[in-house]
Structure formats: C-alpha cells, structure tokens
C-alpha cells in the first residue's frame, strides 16, 4: 500500500500528519456520530449477521457508534495514523467491530455478497467511482445500500467565509482549488448507472461548531495542500497572510469564539436483486 493509492493529490502521509489533530479540526463531535449512525442503521435495517463496510473511516467517531448497532462492522483506511488515533471500534460493539488498513482504490478484503451497506463519510471524492461501483456490487448482500456522508457549513458562517477568501486568494495566484462536490457527485452517477436507485438524502445532524479564525487558519498552515491541491509553501504562506488579513477586518479578534451552523446530510443509494 502506498499514499500514491489515493486519488486528487491526498497523500496518506497527509492523514497520518494530520491524524492526531484530525478530530479538532474537523471532527463531527460524539453527538452528531452517534445521530450519523443511527440514520445508518434506520435506513438499512441490517438482517442478522450482515455487515456494514464504511471506507476511509479515519479516526472512527462514526464506526465505533456503528460497531455498537450494527451486527458486524469492519472499516478501512489507508492512513495508518488516522485509524491509530485511538477511538476506533476495535473491540467495541456486541459483535466487536474491526479496522484494516488498505487503500480502497484495491480490492477490499471482504468476501462476496456479505455487506449490507458500504458507507464512506468525507471520502467519496477521493476514491475511483467505477472501481466503487463494481466493488459495492460485488461484496453487497441481495439487498445493499451505498452511502455517502458530507458535512455542509452554513455559506454565511465565519468558516464557509474563510473557506471562500482562501479559495479566492489562491485563484489570484494562478491556482484553480478542485472541485470536490463534482467529484463525490461522480460516484453517485457511476452507482446509479451500474443500477442502483438514489433515495432522498437524509440530514442526520445538525451542530453549531465553535472556533476561531486563528485555530481555522493555523490547521491550514499545518496541511501540505489548499483548496484540495498541493501548494509550496511560499504560496501557502501568501495565501494564509492575507486571509488573516482579511479575516481582522472582516471579523475584528481572529482569537475570538465563533459560532457557525453545521448539517451532515448521507445520500443513500439502493441495491436490490429481492423482489420487491
Ligand atoms: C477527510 S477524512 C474522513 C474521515 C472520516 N470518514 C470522517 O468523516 O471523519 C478521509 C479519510 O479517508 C482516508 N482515505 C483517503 N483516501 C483513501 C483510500 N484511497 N483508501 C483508503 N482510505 C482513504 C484518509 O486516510 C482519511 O482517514
């Protein structure tokens, strides 16, 4: 397994960097896991024995509440780091959940026709959409549902504002930030087309995330990319000064507690070979 494995410019050595800040930077909270799974179980309704598959899971805040409901649960991710961080769902659960490292753009190590969902949080644009789409078909119970989870921030928020302001500041250096809505969108149209049926997203949390422009800014300053896409860090540094800048005039006190509204929506796709 390499970094190389994954897609649009992410590295595994990004997420192991990252992995011991991951949760405080962009974790979703115990609570809104906890909800996460819970809309899971509801729309799959698993039958005994079957199990749910999530890829990507990083630090596990939503597969160790998944390995408590769901009758079997095993989660993979190519970043060591991130499935090291301590909360994932090793031994957790009545069946007692399971962690592998692997790169999900290989095969998954998981027989055929056992899952009955296979969920991916914050990932989907990363990964290949054919390779997804004929993986979820092969190791997909009769019934199967296939998931994704994003998290969405209000546009008015101080975070979504910083988001935009970098991704303009970038733009005015000559380099275009990716796109990654299109991409996760592109894993919905390759599932549908191998024949599964797209249900109605689901909102399954929703949060006021607390923080300031400084902890938002620094957690840039600590990654290798922007936008998505990889940066010197002459650029990176041009960028993140300016969006300070701005940020003082726009919002006063970068150190200052900001509030910004925050909704997870899944948008389930669904598999059935069943009647009915
Ligand atoms: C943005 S994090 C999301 C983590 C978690 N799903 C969540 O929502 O909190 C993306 C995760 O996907 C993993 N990942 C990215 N590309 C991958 C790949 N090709 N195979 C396996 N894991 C991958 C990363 O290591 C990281 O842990």
Redesign the pocket.
Same mark, same amino acid.
């Given at each position: 397994m390499t970094g190389a494995?994954?897609?649009s410019g992410?590295t595994?050595r990004d997420?192991d960097d990252r992995a011991d800040r991951f949760d405080r930077d962009?974790g979703?909270g115990d609570d809104s896991a906890g909800r996460i799974a819970a809309a899971i179980m509801e729309l799959v309704q698993p039958q005994v024995g079957e199990m749910v598959l999530e /890829?990507? #899971?990083?630090?596990g805040?939503?597969g160790r509440h998944l390995s408590e409901v769901a009758p079997r649960y095993l989660g /993979?991710? #190519?970043?060591v780091g991130?499935l090291a961080v301590g909360r994932n769902p090793v031994a957790a659960g009545p069946a007692g959940g399971r962690v592998v490292a692997?790169?999900?753009?290989g095969r998954w190590p998981v027989g055929d026709g056992v899952a009955c969902c296979v969920f991916a949080?914050?990932?989907a644009q990363?990964?290949d959409a054919e390779h997804i789409a004929r993986e979820v078909r092969r190791v997909g119970a009769r019934v199967v549902w296939w998931i994704t989870?994003r998290a969405r921030r209000d546009p008015w928020g101080y975070r979504e504002l910083l988001r935009g302001r970098m991704r303009e500041a970038l733009r005015e250096r000559g380099v275009e930030p990716r796109m990654s809505r299109g991409a996760d969108s592109s894993v919905g149209a390759a599932l549908t087309a191998a024949g599964g049926v797209a249900v109605e997203p689901v909102d399954a949390a929703v949060w006021m995330h607390r923080g300031s422009v400084s902890e938002m800014v620094g957690a840039w300053r600590d990654k290798r990319e922007l936008g998505g896409v990889g940066v010197d860090r002459a650029t990176r540094d041009a960028v993140l000064d300016e969006v300070e800048r701005w940020a003082v005039e726009r919002f006063g006190d970068t150190r200052a507690t900001l509030e910004s509204r925050e909704v997870y929506t899944l948008s389930p796709v669904r598999f059935s070979d069943a009647p009915g």
């Open positions: 494995g994954m897609g992410h595994r997420f962009a979703l /890829l990507g #899971a990083g630090t805040e939503i /993979l991710d #190519a970043s991130m692997c790169d999900c753009d949080s914050r990932v990363l990964l989870g």
